[in-house]
């Protein structure tokens, strides 16, 4: 029995994106399907596809942390749409 390595499951993830099933990818690796099955990944992409946008400013050198004494929590969990948008921004920074 052979091991499953992190080059394996890239291999498995794109020949399942080309051969569409399990038993395929599993021929052309020699792993079963079962185990191939294991390391499918949800909307699999290669990293050099995924659309990647690197961090590249400043972080601030002092913290206030005054911003947490606050009676009230509600309004400030309520986002407006630039606060929305700055979020899917960050949500893209994220993404692998």
Not at 8 to 15: A, G
Not at 45 to 58: G, S
Not at 73 to 94: A, F, M, R, S, T
Request: proline letters at 3%; a negative charge; one cysteine or more.
């Amino acid at each position: 029995m052979r091991v499953v390595t992190q080059n394996d499951i890239k291999e498995f993830n794109k020949l399942y994106i080309e051969f569409k099933t399990y038993a395929a990818v599993a021929r052309a690796t020699g792993f079963s399907p079962a185990t191939v099955k294991k390391y499918i990944i949800k909307d699999y992409k290669e990293v050099e596809e995924a659309n990647i946008i690197r961090f590249n400013r400043a972080l601030p050198t002092e913290f206030d942390n005054s911003i947490f004494r606050v009676d009230d929590w509600g309004p400030l969990c309520v986002l407006n749409e630039q606060e929305v948008q700055d979020i899917k921004v960050l949500w893209n920074e994220l993404e692998v």
